[in-house]
Structure formats: structure tokens, C-alpha cells
């Protein structure tokens, strides 16, 4: 297998209605550093369930878990994750594997970010960083101006089973690993799920922080007081050294322009409508370069943000009780018969029957 993580597929996955053009222009699923996922053998142990049929289940992906340096494919990763939560009946699974996150489960990564001088600005290296070691889903930054700073998490692999688990995960994984980083903890965390009739799992991977649960972000976020916070080991001569060498050493994990964009519009979507402008901005790329570079490919810079619209939209539906008309208005449509009609071409049926069929799919 190679080494480094391919392009990003943005393919719909079965069930997820009908496949974009994107999903023509790579078949290979995105590839993700493993990390804590080392962990996962010594929690199912903890929980009393033999790992080895489990890990059996992964074929020729077996020995990939075994190094947190090494690279297992995206939908690989969400499926074992969801067969952790089927074999110990335990929901809070991914919380309990994100709690158990520590800075050297990042590598090289947790070495420059300790090497920074404060918390807002190890997030805003991380972010920049991120696309460099993940495929499929992204990290995020939005200012809640005196509230402090969201730092979000979103997938963007289409139509992806488990997607909830897996970004409850990153929740605890990013508490986790701040903590140890300057010992701050979040005001705040929000999750795009219900409500669970027991919130004590979600408390002790969460911490002292106040739960949100039907957030439209999945989120933790720090005050502003937090984010001034010093990292007791900062250093920055180290920092450039590990920046320079991260440059240098992972110039070649940068992500492709699919990956780029989908990262930036499917957090942005939340906002309202994108603009090219504004997301080329976000990209560092002017307009017309970003949109000749999706023009080589066959689509424009609309059916990039249908994607992403559709990708949050079915993520909401799936996990979340929110309506129709709340979504509607989450994504920017002032009329509900404007959505759903957006939302049925894309997938094959309306939001509500799509909906059920996922619920019927999950509950088979």
C-alpha cells in the first residue's frame, strides 16, 4: 500500500443516493493517519471483548493499526469504529477512545503544536495541518467573537456510515489532547446529536465543559482567555525547526484542489451561501485560479457547493431530530420547498423519505 494518502474520493456511498460527477474522478477512498486508533485492541480488552476477530475483520488493513504512523482508509476507519460500538453495546465508544488521546499519538504534529507559544496558536497551526494527515473530514476554525474561538469538525466523504460516532470521537480526542497541551479545558461542546436519555459518558470524556447537544457543529470551544493560555513547553526555535521539517518532509501529503474545496464549503455552508470569493480566500487562491482548477476537472464552483450542502444536509437529518424547516433555514434557503426540492435531486427522494430509510437501514 502506498504510503500516503491518495485524493479524495467525494463518492457517495450506497444508500446516500445517486453517485455526483465528483465521484467519477477518483474510486480510491481518502486515507487517514491511524493515531490513537493504536488504542483501540487495549480498550476492547478493558471492555472484555476479544479484539482478535474483530481486528480479523480488517484483512490486509490489520497491520496498519498497529502503527500510529501508518494509513487506513477513511470508510475502514468508520466501520471499525461502528463494529467497537455493535461488539461492546457501548455508544460511547468513540468517546472513550477520543478521551484516551495524548499529544504522541499525533507524532510530529503533537511536537510542533507543543513547541507553540500559546492555545489559539497551536489550533490555528493544527487546522492549517490537518489536511496533511486526514482525508474526509476536516478541521475548522469560527470566531464566536467574545465567546472565543470554535474549533469544528466535519466530514466530507459523502454519505459516509458512522459519520456521527466518528466526529463525537474527535470531540473527546481534541479536549483530550488540549488538556495535556495547557491544561485549559473548553466552556463548551457541541455535538449534532440528540439528546441521550444518559449524559454521564458524554460528562467524563467531556470534562467540566457544557454539553450542546443539536448544535449544528460539532464542536468544542475555547474562551478567550483560554486561547492566551501559554504552552508551558513552547520553544520557538523548535517551532521552526518542526515547521520547516513538516513543510519539507509532508509537502507531498498536501491535499488535491477536491479535497481543498470540500474541506472549506462544507463548514461554510452552515454560514449561509459561499462565495467563490470568499473561498478562494479561505484557500489562498484567487477566484479565477480556483475556478479554472475545477473547470479542468468537468464542474464548476455550484456543483461544488451542492455537494457540500448535501453532505451537511443529510448529516443533519441522519443524526439529529431537527426539522425540515430548521434545516432549511440552517442552510440558507428561505423557503422550504426551495430545500426540499434541492435535496430530492440530489438524492432520488425527499428529506423526510430519505430520513426513514435511514433510520430503517440503521435499525436492521
Known sequence: MDDRPNASALKRAPGGGPPSRLAQLDDRPPLQRVGVLVEIP????????????????????????????????FPVISDLILKCIAATGREDFPLVLGASARIRHWGIMGKLLSAAANLRSALVEFVANHPRYARGAGAYLVDCGEDGLLIGYRIHYPGLRGSAPFSLGAMAFARSVV????????????????????????????????????????????????????????????????????????????????????RVLVPSVLAGAPSLKGTADL???????????????????????????????SQLLRDTRVSVGSLAQILGYSEVSAFTRFFTGMAGRSPSEWKQAELAKANV
Open 42 to 73: 487495549r480498550i476492547l480488552g478493558e471492555m472484555n471483548v476479544d479484539p482478535e476477530p474483530l481486528l480479523a475483520s480488517l484483512g490486509a488493513h490489520r497491520s496498519s493499526l498497529a502503527d500510529m504512523d501508518g494509513w487506513l482508509p
Open 179 to 262: 488538556a495535556e497541551l495547557c491544561g485549559v479545558e473548553p466552556t463548551r461542546v457541541l455535538l449534532s446529536l440528540p439528546r441521550p436519555e444518559d449524559t454521564a459518558p458524554y460528562k467524563r470524556a467531556i470534562g467540566r465543559a457544557k454539553l450542546v447537544f443539536e448544535a449544528e457543529h460539532f464542536g468544542v470551544i475555547y474562551s478567550r482567555a483560554a486561547l492566551a493560555k501559554a504552552i508551558p513547553t513552547a520553544d520557538p526555535v523548535s517551532h521552526a525547526e518542526i515547521r520547516k521539517f513538516v513543510a519539507e518532509r509532508w509537502h507531498f501529503l498536501q491535499p488535491d484542489i477536491l479535497d481543498r474545496v470540500m
Open 283 to 313: 484557500l489562498v487562491m484567487h477566484p479565477r485560479t480556483l475556478n479554472r482548477a475545477l473547470e479542468k476537472l468537468g464542474f464548476s464552483f455550484r456543483d461544488a457547493v451542492n455537494e457540500a450542502r448535501f453532505e451537511m444536509a
